[in-house]
C-alpha cells in the first residue's frame, strides 16, 4: 500500500503526454549528435511521398502501405520520410536531419495499427558515412532513450529509398533495464543507405555523397519503453491514460 | 511464403541440408525473415516471408534451395534452371498474340492421350504440406511447377477449342468470363485476355486466372499448355481490379525473369508424360524474350565505403561465386547476376548482396564525427515546446487527438469510414468533444473544479496550418460561461507573456490560434529550452468500469493532520480506492473541519452501492469511534 498511497495524495501533477515526452527526448539527443529539427506537411505531395523516394508510379511497394488519396496529386504522407526526401532536395552536402511527425495509414485499427501514428525519421549524408555509423548512431540513441547497454542487430530488409535495407533489431542489457525488455530482440526500426536514385532525384551526387536514413514508430517506442499495450490509447485523448505519465 | 523442408532437401544430396533450425537462422540474418515453422503430416514447413525484391526469384522451393546453398556454401545436387532445356520440337498449335494485349512471349505445348486421374501420393503429399488442395494429375503438374520453379503456367483441354489456336487480346468493355471454381467476372479494356482463336472466345484472364470454358475434366485426353510473359504492371493492376491476387499473378506481377517461362513449360510437360503418360506433340512459341540481366560495373573500395567494414577481394569474390555470379575483375568488378535475379541491377544492389552474405553483424559500430554544419534551431519546434511547457505549468493537459473527421474541408478520395472520410479544419471540435468525454470522469481525474487540456496539431482549409488549441471545463453549472471565460484568458495572458505577443480571442469552451501565422513576429530563438519529460513512473491499464464518487466531511480536534484521516479511509478502501482530494478544510472553535472526495473504482467489475457502502459504513465507524472526532 505504501507506493500507491504516495501517488493518491501528490495532487498537484503535471502530466505530459507520452508522445510528447519521447519526441523531446529523441530530439534533444539526436541535437547533441548534430542532427536538425525537420518538418514537413502532412498533407504530402505524391512527388515527396513517393517518386522522390524511388517509389515509381507503378512499383509494387507504393501497394506495401495502404495510402489515404486527398487528390489525384497528393496524399496523407505515409511515412515521415516524406521531410527527408524535402529536407536532401532543400539542402546541399553533408547534413543530418531527425523529423518527427503525425503519418497515415489506410488500414484497419486494432491494438498495434493505427490509421494516423507518430513518425521517427532521420538521416545522415556526408562523404563517408557507412552503414557502421548507422549501427553505432542506434547504439547511442537508444542507450540514452531506453537506458541501459543495446546491442543493435542488423538483418536484409527492403524499402525502395535504400540500398542496402535493413530491419533493425535491438536488445537491452543492464541492471536498469526493465524486465519486460531485457535480454530480448526487438523488431524495432526499418533503415539503411539512402537509395542512389534518392539522392539523385535530390540533386545530390551519389558518387560523392552517401549516408544513411531510418524511420520507426513513435508509438511503439513509447510502448516499449512503459509497457503500454494498446497503440489506439495514445489518440483517444483520454486523461485517465495521460495522467499516468507525469514528471 | 510456405516452403516444405522435405521438398527442399530433394534439391541436396543425402545429409547436406543443414537443420530446420540452422537454415531459419541463416535466412534470417542473411535473407527473409521467417514467419514461423510448422509440422504438416510429419513435414517441416517454413514459412518465409520473401522481400519484394527477391519475389522474382524466391517465391519457389528452388529459389529458397539456391539461396541457402549459397548462404551455407553447400552446392545443390542439381539445380533445375542450370540444366539445358530443349523445347525445340515443332508442334501443331498456332498461337496469335494480339498486337495491344501485355503479352510479349508465349510459349505452347500440346500434348494428346493423357489420363487424367488421381495424382501419385509423392506430388499430393508435397502440394499438401504447404497447404494447396490437389486436384487432378494434370493441373496438379502445373500448380507443382509454380512452387518449385516458381513459374506460373496454365493447362487448358485442347478439344474444347474450336480449332488448335490459341490467341492474346485486350478483353472488351464488360465483356465476361466464368472463371475455374464458377465465379464470373466482368473486364474492362486494359486487362488481357487469352482465347480460343477461332470463336474469339476468352479462356483465361493473362497471368491471372484461367476460365471454366476449356477445363480440365475427368474426360480430357488432349491438353495444351501455356506458359507466357505478362506485363507485370498490367498484372497488378487487372488482379488488383478484380481482386483476384493469384498465386499466379503474385509472380507475374514481381518481374520475374523472362528467360523462366521455357524451364517452366518443359518440366511441366515433364511431369504429365511421367504421371498421365500422352506424347508429346510438340511446342509452337510466339514473341521474344528479353536479353536478361545486364553487367554491372562496382568498384571494390566502394563495397567496403557503403557497408563501413573492410572486406577482402577473396570474400568478396568468394561471395560471388556463392551467389554465381559472373564476374571479372580489372579495375572495377564487373559483376552479372543469374538469370533468374532481378534485384542486382546497380552498384549498391551488388554491395547488398555482398552485405547481407558478409553478415551485417560482422560490420562494427561506429559513432558519427562531429558535423561539418552547424545545425540551427527550428523556430517552430521550438515555439511548440515553450508553449507546451508554458501551458503544461499551468496544468493544463496535452492530448492527440484524430485528424480524420465527419467533416471538414479536405475530403479524402478514400476513407476507412464516412466518419472518419474530412480532414480537420480546426482543433476546436475535437478539442470539445474530447472536453465532454473526459469530463464524464473529472472526479476520477482529481479534477473536482476544473478540466484544462490543450492540442498542437495541423489542420487542413485553403492551406495547413499547425495550430494551438486551449479548452476548459469546469464543475457545476453555476455561472458556467463566466469561469470558463476567466480561466482560458488567463491561460491566454500567460502564452503572450511567454511569446512575447497578442493573441486572438477566447471563443466559448475553446481558445485556438494559428501558430503559423504569428511565427514570423515571434522573435529568435537561440536553443531549446526542453520542458520536463516523464519521469521514472509505472504504467498501469485503466480500469474500463465506471466509479463511484463520495464524499466525506469531518470534526477533528485541531493539530490533527489530514493524513490522519487519509490513512483510515485507505486503511478500509483497500485497492478499491482510486483517489482521495481534499476539497474543504476550515478551523472553528478549536476544532478543523476536512472534507474529502473519495473516488472508487474496480478493474475487475462495476461496483455497486453496496459495496462503496459498507466500506463508507466501516470508514464511519473508526473516525466516529475516536475521541473528538466526528462525521458531519
Known sequence: MGISYVILFSM??????????????????????????????????????????????????????????????????????????????????????????????????????????????????GKDITLAHLKGTLETFFEKFLGGSVEIRFRPGFFPFVEPGVEVDMKLIGDDVPKRLKGKWIEILGAGMLHPNVLKTAGIDPEEYQGWAFGGGIERLCMLKWGIDDIRLFHGGDLKFIQQFSV | MKVSYEWINSFFKEGALPSVSEVEEKLTFHAFEIEGVEEVNGVSVIDVDVLPNRAADCLSHRGIAREISALFNTPMKEDPLRKEINVSKEGGVKVTLGKDASCSYYIAAHITGVEVKDSP????????????????????????????????????????????????????????????????????????????????????????????????????????????????????????????RTDASARFENNMADGLADYGIERVVEIILKIAGGELQGYTKEGELDEGNMEVNVNEERISKLLGAKISTEE?????????????????????????????????????????????????????????????????????????????????????????????????????????????????????????????NMPLLGLHQELKIFEIGNVFGERETTNVCVGVEVAGNKKKEERVETILTNVKTHLENALGIKLGNVAGSTFEFTLDDILEDLKDVEEYSFGNVVGDISYKSASSYPFVLRDIATWVPAGVEKEEIEKIVVSHSGELLKRVDLFDEFEKDGRISYAFHLVFQSMEETLTDVVVGEIMEKIEGEINGKEGWEVR
Open chain 1, 12 to 125: 498537484q501533477k503535471s502530466y505530459i503526454n507520452p508522445l510528447t515526452s519521447a519526441i523531446r527526448e529523441i530530439v534533444e539527443i539526436f541535437s547533441e549528435m548534430g542532427f536538425e529539427v525537420a518538418q514537413g506537411p502532412e498533407l504530402e505531395t505524391e512527388h515527396y511521398n513517393f517518386d522522390a523516394l524511388n517509389v515509381a508510379k507503378d512499383h509494387p511497394a507504393r501497394d506495401m502501405q495502404d495510402t489515404f488519396w486527398v487528390d489525384e496529386n497528393h496524399v496523407l504522407r505515409t511515412h515521415d520520410t516524406a521531410v527527408t526526401a524535402r529536407k536532401l532536395k532543400e539542402n546541399d552536402g553533408a547534413m543530418r536531419f531527425v523529423s518527427c511527425g503525425k503519418a497515415y495509414r489506410n488500414e484497419a485499427t486494432d491494438m498495434t495499427h493505427e490509421a494516423q501514428f507518430f513518425q521517427v525519421d532521420a538521416f545522415a549524408i
Open chain 2, 121 to 244: 501420393e509423392w506430388l499430393k503429399a508435397r502440394l499438401e504440406a504447404i497447404g494447396q488442395k490437389p486436384i487432378n494429375n494434370v493441373v496438379d503438374a502445373t500448380n507443382y511447377v509454380l512452387f518449385e520453379l516458381g513459374r506460373p503456367t496454365h493447362v487448358f483441354d485442347a478439344k474444347k477449342f474450336e480449332g488448335l489456336h490459341v490467341g492474346t487480346r485486350l478483353a472488351k468493355s464488360g465483356e465476361k468470363i466464368t472463371l475455374l471454381g464458377g465465379d464470373e467476372v466482368e473486364l474492362n479494356d486494359s486487362m488481357t485476355v487469352i482465347t480460343d482463336a477461332d470463336s474469339d472466345k476468352a479462356v483465361a484472364i493473362g497471368g491471372i486466372k484461367g476460365g471454366n470454358h476449356a477445363e480440365v475434366d475427368s474426360n480430357t485426353t488432349d491438353i495444351l499448355i501455356e506458359t507466357a510473359n505478362f506485363n507485370p504492371t498490367k498484372t497488378r493492376l487487372t488482379a488488383q481490379a478484380l481482386k483476384l
Open chain 2, 316 to 440: 568478396i569474390e568468394d561471395i560471388f561465386t556463392r551467389l554465381e555470379f559472373e564476374y571479372t575483375k580489372e579495375n572495377e568488378f564487373k559483376v552479372k547476376a543469374p538469370f533468374e535475379r532481378r534485384d542486382v541491377n546497380i552498384p549498391e544492389e551488388v554491395i547488398e548482396e555482398v552485405g547481407r552474405v558478409y553478415g551485417y553483424n560482422r560490420i562494427e559500430s561506429k559513432q558519427l564525427d562531429s558535423p561539418q554544419r552547424e545545425g540551427g534551431v527550428n523556430k517552430k519546434y521550438a515555439y511548440s515546446e515553450i508553449i507546451k511547457k508554458t501551458l503544461t505549468e499551468l496544468g493544463v493537459t496535452e492530448v492527440s487527438l484524430y485528424s480524420l473527421r465527419d467533416s471538414g474541408e479536405v475530403k479524402l478520395l478514400n476513407s476507412l469510414a464516412s466518419d472518419k472520410d474530412h480532414l480537420r479544419k480546426n482543433l476546436s471540435d475535437g478539442i470539445k468533444e474530447s472536453l465532454v468525454k473526459n469530463g464524464k
